[in-house]
């Protein structure tokens, strides 16, 4: 079993910044690439970010690319996402998830364990 549990969610202005963060336990983390989706009212889940095991390699959605962030911290079990130039457009339920089948990490169907999500509102 693996639980996540995502935090940092909140309300900002457009142009400003959020760091969310997912912890991680249940089992070995340093061993499972990681990602992160969103999901916005009347929306599918989406896919943000994604690290490798070691994060050497991240992918990103195009329209997040230059702005967003992941990182990962195996030590202390944790994946960061670094959130700058925030737009309405960002407003949703970020959910961390562990991919946990064999895929590309741009697909959900990728991911096998998820979190509860945290908010992130972005005022215009």
């Given at each position: 079993?693996?639980?996540l549990?995502?935090?940092g969610?909140?309300?900002?202005q457009?142009g400003?910044?959020l760091?969310?963060?997912?912890a991680?336990?249940?089992r070995?983390?340093?061993n499972?690439?990681m990602g992160?989706?969103?999901?916005a009212?009347g929306?599918?889940r989406e896919?943000v970010?994604?690290?490798s095991?070691?994060?050497?390699?991240?992918?990103y959605?195009?329209?997040v690319k230059g702005?967003f962030?992941?990182?990962?911290d195996?030590?202390?079990n944790?994946v960061s996402?670094?959130?700058?130039s925030?737009?309405?457009?960002d407003t949703?339920?970020?959910?961390?998830?562990?991919k946990g089948?064999?895929?590309?990490?741009?697909?959900?169907t990728?991911?096998?364990y998820?979190g509860?999500g945290?908010?992130?509102?972005?005022s215009s």
């Open positions: 079993q693996v639980q549990v995502e935090s969610g909140g309300l900002v457009t400003g910044s760091r969310l963060s997912c991680a336990s249940g070995t983390f340093s499972d690439a992160w989706f969103r999901q009212p929306k599918e896919f970010a994604a690290i095991w070691s994060g050497g390699s991240t992918y959605a195009d329209f702005r962030t992941i990182s990962r195996n030590a202390k944790t996402l670094q959130m700058n925030l737009k309405p457009e949703a339920v970020y959910y961390c998830a562990r089948y064999s895929g590309s990490s741009y697909q959900l990728s991911y096998d998820w509860q945290t908010q992130v509102t972005v």
